[in-house]
């Protein structure tokens, strides 16, 4: 009870206990610690108020206490509330299920690949995905987690703390430090350590006051990007060096490696090509593409980067796995294992702001002039992509005029990710219900509208499961974590969310409070999950069931869950083109209600009837997701 008095503190003081890497200064914290400090507050308190005279509050209690961790009762109305539940996921799922079975049944083009594209599994990345298969046909898109199974903290040049960009349970071993940055990094002059003094504030404030209140006008009727606003593409100088390769293992720094040896290279090569089965045709160039997003007057913005890179932007690790991918020595390793991959094949890393649909690539210059005239003409296809996912996006955003032409509508997205008065620059990963492992050739025909995590993976190079052990393992955090999160602020934002993002104020650089109300506000905000619908993920697996079931059963932390049914998963039998639920620890065979769904000729055919028929209001938070359809 003492605890639940103020919100949110005991949560967050028990997760530094557990993470005490997620404070830049770290400190020895412990709810236990927490708890003893505040009866010792109020043993003062009753001391000062009635001297030494007094009796424990709980003397004036009479009910028991509630036991908060007894089975609950199976009512009848929880009954209802489950049916309810099951109904309006499966309603979706069967649709979803169909449109795979359906999928899955396409042929994999066996033709050279102009070049080929591996995005984080995000699915905000499913349908710049689809977008860029559609500019270029002849390439080829993959999905892998955002870091790119490089683990380790990164210290910008000048930096003062280390900041882990792999997923929030991995603790890593290594260190990527950032040097030679040609140009000072931007810095708005209005924010100055030098108001923080009584008369340095005083001088500013008169000063500069006027100033900062012309550029407050000034922002809201012509926004613009200023060194004030999160920029994803700042987190990393794209002309910096980084220390990457490590020569001697005894260069360190706080007890990490830094950099990584030839060695460690290429087994992170080796785990991320094996992981996603890119073990074979090579195209003559393979993009990482890692993805941030840039928003202004945002305390949550860290929830709109990348979950595997501990909510900060990829790309460092997009930089990092191209640079290992790249290496001579590293190539003859993997060459040795049996992954060889041609002199010609080279990799560059990227980043794709999702806020701004906005991309940008990395050491490009080492490109051969083949190579070079080839990603000039893959840039156009990735440009022509950008603009066709700002206007799908668009129709979510009611103060976008979704006829205009696409690049003013891909303008309009990016004046959003720059507008100090928009609580919506993007909406992050509402509408999340989805995460698939399998080829391309399951999802490349089905309109999954922006919902699903998509990570490759090809049964065939992996029939025991050897891989698919490492390819699931962070799905259920990460993924289900997300969607969880998703879920619990959609059923109750005022209890489990954090309400409206409005009156927010960040406290300490460790959460988020009302204004000047004290307690922490766990969750997400309103403006986050307004269209997103409460559904659990479902986890689709390609592969034989019995397989699927002995990779969730290799670890209880991974089977729990799926047992538990907080993430749903399903198995597609890679011959026989069946699906397979998993429920009460067994896989059981699962027929479809729908045998057959809407088609349409292309994404852009929807987007544009979705908003015809919608009259441009579907952006309104009461619309309802497009349902699935197969794209012809």
Known sequence: DQQFAHHGWSGLVSSVEDFPDNLFDRRRISL????????????????????????????????????????APRTELREVFT????????????????????????????????????????????????????????????????????????Q????????????APVTPKFLIKEYSVPEERPHETLYTRRNQSLIGSTIITFALGVVAGFKLLLTIFRPKMSPAISNAFTHMHRNSKLTIENTDVNDRENDLQIGFTVTEMADRAEGLLRGIGLVKEFAPIIYLVAHGSSSANNPHHSAHDCGACSGRPGSVNARVCAFIANHPRVREILSERGLKIPASTQFVGGLHDTAADQMQFYDATILSPENELLHKKNYAAFENALNRNAKE???????????????KVRE???????????????????????CIVGSRELTKKVFLDRRAFLNSYDHTTDPEGKLLTGVMRPLGIVCGGINLEYYFSRVDNHKLGAGTKLPHHVLGLVGVTNSADGDLRPGLPLQMIEVHDPVRLLLVVEHFPDVVLKTIQSSPE??????????????????????????NGEFRMYEPLKKSLPVAENTLELVESAIEMETNQIADATKENLPVYILK
């Open 412 to 434: 309009a997205i990016r004046l959003r990710s720059v507008s100090m008065f928009e609580p919506r620059p993007e909406l992050g990963h509402g509408t999340n219900s989805l």
């Open 558 to 583: 991974m089977y729990e869950w799926y047992v538990n049914e907080w993430v749903h998963i399903m198995a597609i039998h890679p011959e026989t083109n069946q699906s397979y639920y998993f429920k």
């Open 83 to 154: 049916l309810w539940q099951d109904a309006f996921e499966w309603s979706y799922y069967d649709d979803v299920i169909a449109g795979l079975l359906s999928s899955r049944k396409q042929k994999k083009n066996e033709a050279a690949k102009s070049f080929q594209a591996v995005f984080c599994i995000d699915e905000r990345e499913c349908s710049i995905r689809r977008h860029v298969e559609n500019s270029d046909p002849d390439c080829e898109t993959l999905g892998a987690p955002g870091f790119f199974g490089a683990e380790f903290y990164f």
């Open 32 to 71: 236990h610690d927490l708890i003893v400090f505040e009866l010792l507050l109020e043993i003062d308190a009753l001391d000062f108020k009635l001297g030494k005279n007094w009796t424990p509050l709980g003397v004036h209690i009479n009910s028991k206490p509630v036991d908060l961790f007894a089975e």
């Open 156 to 167: 910008q040049q000048g930096g003062n703390f280390y900041e882990k960009l792999c997923p």
């Open 393 to 407: 996006r668009s129709r979510r955003f009611a103060s976008i005029p979704t006829k205009q032409n696409l690049p």
